[in-house]
Nanobody, 127 residues
């Protein structure tokens, strides 16, 4: 099973950018589809983006489309979330998650579809 550790969170002004990283341990990282989720203060955790094991397919929440980009480097066992044009409402704890896909194009946005989670990294966007 893969273990996940997020990094790259911090404080940024509105309009700025952050790149989150999620480092995975374990030799089976290549087989996992990966996702990013977030939980804002007082709210439930919500889907942000997901990427297939090959990196060839991605899906995004409407709130992330056009501003966020998910990518992965399987040689480095790492998945990334590039976040641009950040808004105060993007303030949240961001979590990466892994799931065993049924096919190369199998992408999911429900958190209960993911079996392994990191501990999260906090992003704060000031206005």
């Amino acid at each position: 099973q893969v273990q996940l550790v997020e990094s790259g969170g911090g404080l940024v002004q509105a309009g700025g950018s952050l790149r989150l990283s999620c480092a995975a341990s374990g030799r089976t990282f290549l087989s996992y589809a990966m996702g990013w989720f977030r939980r804002a203060p007082g709210q439930e955790r919500e889907f942000v983006a997901a990427i297939s094991w090959s990196g060839g397919s991605t899906i995004y929440a409407d709130s992330a489309k056009g501003r966020f980009t998910i990518s992965r480097d399987n040689a480095k066992n790492t998945v990334y979330l590039q976040m641009n044009s950040l808004k105060p409402e993007d303030t949240a704890a961001y979590y990466c998650a892994a799931r065993w896909p049924s096919s190369s194009s199998d992408l999911r946005f429900l958190e209960n579809e993911y079996s392994t989670w990191g501990r999260g990294t906090q992003d704060t966007v000031s206005s």
